[in-house]
């Protein structure tokens, strides 16, 4: 709901209004007589013995530790655990509605068998012999695809997919994804991690991180505790992206920049530090220094973004004169952008000598894996899941003969969605284990539905983003509610079933071992009276006390550890900035700048049944969603107010309604993701478009992997 | 705009930084669950829908890019001087408990709306609808707030039943169930703020940190000069904000 002056004076003209137009006293004797009846219709709160239980959030991909209320056993309601280090406190609007999503219209009630265009029912041991032939006899030509970037399911999933004959062991594409391609291209090793508890001045380029990005409810701790209400705030926050969104409304400074150009400025900004002194005996240094200079000079950052060469000079004085800089590089809208962005956001980092310090990166080593064969989460981030979706469209990559998809919805939550359904529609037999009827679980042969998170055990390691390596568990607080299984444990009875031997039998012993793991790595303790940062900053880690780390998870607590994997070689890479970082032509139509929000789910959940209302009628009226445009871009184009159009690109069309909305750059249209469902249920169906579909994916110059930071699309 | 007003040893009180506040929702959500809010699947109808606490988007009117934008959490006010009160011909809302908190009586409540005009913050809903929660989720309502039929009005409540329970576990304790420690009883918007832009607590006990942060240069009350005297404060270094906030005019 906008409200600016105007209607903020309407706040009390229209109290007036109601009172004359009040048609009091005929409906007073109508609901006179509707209270004065007992009200049984309406549902009865339920008794019993209330507890509190503590686990992990695994829907929201902030990875919030969560405190359940129970009423005589059932799940009532979500909050926040004080305890937990990426929580504090804390709930995301999705992670609230773990409770609720329990009885979300949209869950799959039993394992199911497509029998032309429906579902039949099937009992798990058909399933099993169904999938056991159809895998055995599609052996050396396997996919999988999953969309858990935490849990320790993907081992269980691509070491049962290795043995099986990998066509490609995929997860869905992410900020993670980038920032691993990024970093193998500086040759450095680990996943970075930011400190944001320990920074005081922080450049965010792109990168949502009060609202999608990485460990989004701990991120906004580290800020607001920096900020006392009111008072002087104690840290600088800087946001460079296309909008004034979620997190520039918050930050101490917006500098408009468009998505695919956020390199070019982290370059602009390198050559002001470059220019006071800066320097680095990173390899790559001189090359460097000399793309640098070489075309990202004031005037050539100018021409390409728009930014003066003072305001990039600015942020680089309050860069080198703060005592904990950290720069963030990331996707506006959490996916697309390209390994070239992250690697010159990086660079910054180098120069101003941040990594493995306090308030800077530490690059997190990656917990030991436990199922032999498995992935490590590297390789998997390494695979490029758009551009082999497209390949198989285009037969230039032969389609695999059977695809595993686990806990993700690509045929939604990809670019170029018509493009990914047409690769689907090649692979003869499709699996999907997800929870919900998402558009994936649609097209697939069989649907196998997973319990949730509040039904099964599971766990969360170092989510991307989080500063410190951090291990969580889920944990089962109440009996599965329909005919459902824990698909990790699904899949180790297959793996039985196709005689392959994966190590373990069930998921439990999985992560009983890996936990295992944990108490055995050094400098690892239990996040309680001292956390992480603190360490970080100095404080002498706690000693994991002995006894039984696992019992500790399972009350609530993270282990945690401040890793540093030492790096040899991280250089600058600056060879491929310099062939991706070039200035993009000024669109014709608009610059498509999409926008994502926890409230309106992930692609795996669709809209939570409770976060509807939350939606404001700036975004979702009636059947529409809304685009936002500033009154220049709108003019230029011949657009109104409120009028419907059709955004189009990619050989798709879309309908949007026109909302004026002057914190987006010129030339950019604004739209938000998250909408447009086909499948799930009333609660996300139908509402409104998914303009996702209408990005193109390309390939990066320099590193080769897919992106779709920003597309051009035309409005009429 | 009303009567007398009357004054509270004890009086609840709610601090909202909106320089904190990122416009996610999470209070909203968690104001739903808590207080058994129907999902509504026609949600993007905000004349029908309920929401206790609602986000407002403030803009400071300019273009870009001298556009600025803030997000305004609005719970139910809890007037010193309700407006709603006086209107209501049953008494079904009253502000006479200690603590000043507006209370709302369903079983008594007619479905006039004289309060949902009255009310300069529109912080009162209507049930236009009875409430559906989908097949089994009924298991998920809170046992510590009624679930409301249709043709009540209803609104915020500071989360009263924690007050409730809060005083109990004060007793079992052995403590003073009428000098609760800070935090000893938040409400269900404020504990789950990822921000932490919201704070509560008793805005006459020092011992409170609301107590301290009433008292900043920057804190203001929506519409001040209707002289309802409420027991919401907002924060904000923006003058823009401050100003927005008590409906100033141009010319002012
Ligand atoms: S939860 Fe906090 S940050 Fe989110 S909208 Fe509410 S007050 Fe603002
Ligand atoms: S105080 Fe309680 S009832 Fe009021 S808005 Fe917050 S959560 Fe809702």
Redesign the interface.
Known sequence: MGLDRRAFLGLVAGGAVGTMFTPIPWKLIDDAAIWTQNWSWIPKVPKGQIDYVATTSKLCPASEGLKIMRVAGNPVSAAGNPDHPLSRGGVSALARSEVYMLYSPARIKSPMKRNGKTFAPITWEQALIEMSEKLGAAKGSVASISGDATGTVNEVLTALVGKLGSAGAFMMPGEATSAAKALKLMGAQGQAGYDFENADTVLVLGADIFETWGTSTRNRKAFGATRPAGAKPASNYIYVGPTRNNTAAVCDQWIPAAAAELGVVAMGIAWHLLKAGATSNAPGFDTFKAVVNGGFGPEDVKRATGIGGDVLAGIAKSLMASKAALVVTGSPFGQGMGAAPVIAGMSLNMLLGRINKPGGVYMLPELASVVPGALSRAAMLDGDLPAFLKGVASDKTPAPKALLVYDANPAYGLPEAATMAKALEKIPFKVSFSSFMDETAALCDLVLPNSLPLERYDDVATPYGSGFCVYSLVRPIQKPIYDTKTSADVLLALARKLSIDLKFDNFQQVLKEKVASLSKASGGFVAKDVMPWQVAAGKPAPALVGGDLWKALEAGYAWTMVGQVAQTGMGFAAEVVAKAAKAGKPAAGATLAPYAQLRTGTPATGIPCQDLTTVPDTELLGENTLVRLNSETAKTLGLKKGQMVKLSAAGVDCQAKVHIFESVMTGMVSAPLGFGHTAFDYFSQGKGANYLSLMAVAEEPGSGMSMWIASEVKIA | MSGQKKEFPITWGM?I?I????????C???C???N??E???D????LR???WM??????N?????D??????PRPCQQCGNP?CVSVCPVIATEKNENGGIVSQVY?R??????C???????VRYFGWF??V????????????????????VEKCSFCHHRWTLAKDAARAAGKDPEDLADGAYVT?CV???????L?FGDLKNPKHKVHE?IK????YRL?ER?GTDTQVYY???REWVRK?GD??L?SE
Do not use: F
């Open positions: 601090v930084d320089d904190k506040c990122t416009g996610c929702g999470a909203m959500a968690s739903q669950t808590e058994n809010v999902p509504q699947r949600a993007s109808n905000k829908s309920t929401s609602t986000v407002y988007e403030l803009t009117g300019k273009s870009y890019p556009h600025d934008i803030a997000y305004l407006p079983p409540c007619i479905g006039c709306r004289y949902v005009a009255a009310c300069p913050y529109h009875d409430p929660w989908p097949e089994g989720m009924e298991k998920t309502l809170s046992p510590l707030t009624s679930v409301r039929p249709r043709g009540v269900s504990q789950n703020c990822p921000s932490g832009a704070a942060l900043s240069p920057y804190a519409l209707l924060i904000s270094r927005l409906n100033y141009k």
